[in-house]
């Protein structure tokens, strides 16, 4: 990290950025970056400029100190929306670290950051993929392909994956990881992340068996009194969670009641004190299932009930009624707006579909079709929002459903009634045991995600 960044990173955590020019005294050259961090992207944009155009003709054109405002005019740019301003200052910073530290500087991975987020604005999610690739590969390279070093970058990708629908690569990259850092004990820590990430991607694939990633978790834990708290109740909390989506209740409230003793009264309440959604019900894996689980949002190719032959999403759509073909991906933890369609051997198919919704995610080209041309814009699904009631059961099945909305048409809120029909819950907890719960709230709209 440059002197440079290292001031600006103290001069972020101080409060308030009050009178910024006061604050830095005689580094005026640093306002642009309180300016930033304040959201007035106009005047920060006037400063790094300024800032830019000093350094040139000081030091040149490729002087490393350019990497740091040229970072931050990209991240203004973007904020305003000028994506290809953003992506002109990005790939210049990426440029000047290439011609001080090399192509494969680790420094770069700030503008890659910057780069995906414009590419999917731009509507170009592959060139974002590959971004998050060449992250990973910088990573490998520069730390081995078996360095603890570079897990993280990893775990990146993996989460990359994982948000924008390839499964497939996700868990193939999870279970390398598993592979690798198991065979020796010292290593075998490092490895929860990677079997927690791979539960929850067994649990958004809509495969049975979860538990037994989580299980492996709870036997180190157990082995290692002294990991950190924080880590042994995600591992208590995710297997009671895995355990309730498998239907062994049984299992389940002794893992809710062992994470709940072991809870400090705040986590309990944010946790356990109303239902929480975990996943869609096994059941949509079933071939006459009227919605379409997560597990199908990388396989998008699926199997005819009553042969060997596969067809296209687009075919069982055209084939079947509208209203039994939504694929839906419940609760993703990200603001992607993409998902990869990563099996098709069609050559003209589209590689990725555009996904809309929260909490609930659909494909927008499924999605519009239920409704009126007045609302298949994204202006127009951005007016909809249908409001939900329900119950939750100890177990965490869902019940008396109700959902209703001025905007959404019929066919729409039928559609809703069925996925919240096929939804699991954490149930509330009323000292440590699973309670049932009425009248719960949820409300589904159709904003389009930031990214």
Request: with cysteine; glycine share 4%.
């Amino acid at each position: 990290m440059s002197p440079t960044s290292r001031f600006v990173n103290s001069v972020i955590l101080s409060a308030g950025f009050i009178c910024a020019s006061q604050l830095y005294g005689e580094q005026q050259d640093l306002v642009p970056y309180a300016q930033e961090q304040q959201g007035n992207y106009e005047l920060a944009i006037e400063g790094y400029l300024s800032l830019i155009d000093e350094l040139e003709a000081t030091d040149g054109l490729f002087s490393p100190e350019l990497i740091d405002p040229l970072l931050g005019l990209a991240r203004s740019h973007f904020a305003l929306k000028d994506l290809e301003a953003a992506e002109d200052s990005a790939a210049r910073a990426q440029h000047v670290q290439h011609r001080n530290e090399g192509v494969l500087s680790l420094d770069q991975l700030a503008a890659v950051d910057i780069k995906t987020k414009i590419h999917l604005l731009n509507g170009v999610p592959t060139r974002a993929d590959k971004q998050q690739r060449f992250a990973f590969y910088l990573a490998e390279r520069n730390y081995g392909a078996d360095s603890l070093d570079a897990l993280p970058a990893k775990y990146k990708l993996i989460d990359w994956y994982t948000a924008t629908g390839q499964y497939f690569k996700a868990q193939r990259l999870l279970s390398e990881t598993i592979k690798s850092f198991s065979e020796t004990e010292e290593h075998a820590l490092v490895i929860l992340p990677a079997l927690l990430r791979s539960a929850r991607l067994r649990r958004l694939r809509g495969i049975a068996g979860q538990h037994k990633h989580l299980e492996s978790a709870l036997a180190i834990v157990t082995d290692n009194p002294d990991i950190p708290r924080e880590r042994q109740l995600e591992v208590f909390l995710a297997l009671a969670d895995a355990y309730l989506v498998s239907n062994r209740f049984t299992d389940a409230k002794k893992f809710y009641q062992r994470t709940w003793d072991d809870m400090d009264p705040t986590d309990r309440y944010e946790q356990f004190s109303e239902p929480k959604e975990l996943a869609l019900s096994n059941t949509l894996n079933e071939s006459k299932s009227n919605v379409f689980s997560a597990s199908n949002a990388s396989n998008i190719r699926r199997l005819r009930p009553t042969s060997r032959e596969y067809r296209s999403l687009e075919q069982l759509y055209e084939e079947q009624d509208s209203d039994q073909q939504k694929l839906v991906l419940p609760f993703q933890q990200d603001d992607y707006s993409v998902l990869f369609n990563q099996n098709s051997t069609d050559p003209t198919a589209s590689k990725t579909f555009k996904v809309v919704g929260e909490p609930f995610r659909f494909v927008r080209k499924q999605l519009v079709d239920l409704l009126p041309s007045k609302l298949k814009s994204d202006e127009g699904l951005a007016t909809i929002a249908i409001t939900m009631s329900f119950s939750v059961s100890a177990e965490g099945k869902t019940g008396n459903i109700k959902a209703s909305s001025e905007q959404a048409s019929g066919r729409l809120l039928r559609t809703m009634r069925k996925i919240l029909a096929k939804t699991r819950f954490r149930p509330r907890l009323v000292e440590g045991k699973p309670a049932p719960t009425d009248n719960v709230k949820l409300t589904q709209t159709f904003q389009k995600p930031s990214v």
